[in-house]
């Protein structure tokens, strides 16, 4: 049996070419305290490498027998420069470290590497060659520490053995850590971490952070877990780093988790915590979800051939009004100081049905919605009263837009496609740019006198069900024989008061929608015996 015993500082080095140390059946005992350095590729072919000491090589390291450690520390050290390949084979290593001359040198698995101790990584690329070879792994027990200076992560696959819950292991790089809790803990956890520079662009482009993360687990039902995901500053792409939270992609959806979310924009990582054993195996990203939204809009009611008039401004509510049915909007919008052009306060919602078809996209298709104001200009705007309305939403792709205003007919844009800017745009003063419900006798929005084909939303739904009909004449009635004054429902042209000329509205409406109607007008014996107000208008936004 050949044994060459190495219990001091050995150099192999050679001429011209890198040098090589190549096992083809022997066994290399490296005692401890002993320190093999190899400017070439350490290649053990066939035979045993026993390592209670210490192994750097410049070159690549393959392993393709036995290797093994005793008592001692056991530790391969990768360093120089070039791309060093990595491959332990079906054996442990109790260390590696991986320290390259620059960051622009690195180590590449040429198979499965499972380091049982410790993980240094110093300097240098590390990666698990995701994309090429999807099935090399770095594999390490829980239990090992993982320890990355500042900037280092491994791109591609690393699973950690042994799982237990209710301690944060580190995976990729020191803000890549699972803890999971509860249920039955999973027997191992792997991630997969692709940076943009290795190709790691998300499923389905639209709006991200240009690294894709992969979580799954074996065993283990029932679970949550908590993950920090870190990502690169020149992979932010169009997003705002302080409005950062993580995605899952789920049942063909990225779907954004608003909450919990903590965020860090100096050292680049989200968080989050409670993610179920379902989500966790998904793929991930980390997305901005707050999206502008560049919508303009008429109301018919204040119009007034040149103009929509901000007479009740005085009046708005300092609190957004939609708290109510049939808007239940319970966001807490509110204002100090009403902005000067403000006509009246609106809800602005997307929608995004799974089919993309506007009949589906009821308001159970809602991804997110915000109250703000419709300025004079017609453009809507946060209550800051200057800035386009923006919100989050809880999905990405193509979408809906709904404005809703509290006595006039709603109004759905078109299908609107998403972009990575994180912008929607609609002028709902064009017809063309307003969905139409194909059942519906009248346009969805009312053609404005005096405004050069513009459109504007139907005024008189003074009971906001809906529809403009004859029980909203009623109901103006009603409001006048009560003498109400204030910010009234029933004040259908926002006039600040409630009179005979909001009536001539409501009934102007009806007939208007009656002549343009591309089926006759609904005759209802028992509604009202005036038949020119048995017409009515009905919204075309699905409900
Ligand atoms: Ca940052
Ligand atoms: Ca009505
Ligand atoms: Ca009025």
């Known amino acids: 049996m050949k044994r060459i015993l190495f219990s001091s500082l050995l150099l192999i080095s050679g001429g011209f070419l890198k040098a090589q140390l190549v096992n083809n059946g022997g066994t290399i005992l490296i005692e401890d305290g002993g320190y093999i350095f190899c400017a070439g590729n350490f ?27 005793g008592s001692g ?8 420069t070039g791309t060093s390949l990595l491959n332990t084979g079906t054996d442990t290593i109790n260390n590696l470290q991986v320290n390259k001359s620059s960051s622009t040198d690195g180590v590449k698995l040429n198979g499965n590497v499972i380091v049982a101790k410790k993980l240094d990584h110093l300097q240098g690329q590390f990666t698990t060659d995701p994309l090429l070879n ?55 956890v792997t991630v997969i971490m692709i940076p943009e520079t290795a190709g790691g662009n998300p499923s389905l482009a639209q709006r991200e952070v240009k690294r894709k ?15 920090k995901m870190p990502y690169a500053q020149t992979e932010v792409n169009t997003n705002t780093e302080s409005f950062l939270v993580p995605w899952s992609y789920e049942s063909g959806d990225w779907t954004a988790r608003l909450t919990p979310v903590t965020r860090d924009s100096v050292n680049n990582f989200v968080s989050t915590t409670g993610i179920t054993a379902a989500q966790f195996g998904q793929e991930w990203k980390i997305a901005d979800p707050r999206y502008t939204f560049n919508v303009s809009a008429a109301l018919r009611g204040p119009w007034n051939g040149t103009a929509m008039s ?36 609106v809800l602005v919602e997307c929608r995004r049905p799974v089919s993309k078809l506007p009949a589906d996209a009821s308001s159970s298709t809602s991804i997110g919605r915000k109250a703000g104001f419709l300025l004079s200009n017609g453009t809507i705007v946060n209550p800051d009263g200057v800035t386009p309305i923006s919100f989050d939403i809880t999905k990405q792709d193509a979408s809906f837009i709904v404005v ?71 109901a103006v009635k009603l409001a006048i024989s009560q003498a109400v004054t204030g910010y009234q ?12 000329t909001d009536v ?11 002549s343009n109607s591309v089926s006759s007008f609904r005759s209802d014996s028992n509604s009202n015996n005036n038949q020119q107000l048995s017409g009515e208008i009905n919204s075309s936004v699905p409900e």
């Open 43 to 69: 290649q053990n072919n066939s035979g045993n490498v026993v390592n209670n000491g210490k192994i750097e090589v410049q070159g690549n390291f393959q392993n393709s027998s036995k290797y093994a450690s």
């Open 73 to 80: 520390e056991d530790t391969l050290i990768l360093t120089g």
């Open 134 to 188: 999807p099935g090399f792994q770095l594999q390490a027990p829980a239990t090992a520490t993982f320890n990355f200076s500042a900037g280092r992560e491994i791109v591609g696959k690393v699973t950690r053995t042994g799982w237990t819950s209710g301690t944060a292991r580190t995976f990729n790089g020191t803000n890549m850590t699972v803890t999971t809790a509860g249920g039955t803990s999973p027997t191992s």
């Open 213 to 227: 993360f992969e979580l799954s687990q074996t065993g283990g039902t029932g679970f949550t877990a908590d993950i």
């Open 310 to 345: 901000t007479t009740i401004n005085g009046n708005l509510p300092l609190t957004q009004p939609y708290n109510v049915t049939p808007f239940n909007y319970t966001g807490t919008e509110s204002v100090t100081t009403r902005p000067i052009t403000a006509v009246d306060w």
């Open 404 to 474: 809703r205003h509290r006595n006039h007919l709603p109004a759905m844009s078109v299908l609107i496609p998403s972009n990575a800017t994180g912008s929607f745009a609609n002028d709902f003063t064009q017809l063309a740019n307003v969905y139409k419900n194909p059942s519906a006798a009248s346009n969805p929005v009312v053609l404005l006198s005096g405004a050069s084909g513009k459109y504007g939303f139907w005024a008189g739904d003074a009971n906001k069900n809906g529809a403009v009909n004859a029980t909203d004449v009623s």
């Open 489 to 500: 429902l029933s004040d259908v042209n926002l006039s600040n008061a409630v009179n005979a």
């Open 504 to 514: 001539s509205l409501v009934k102007s409406m009806i007939s208007s929608a009656a």
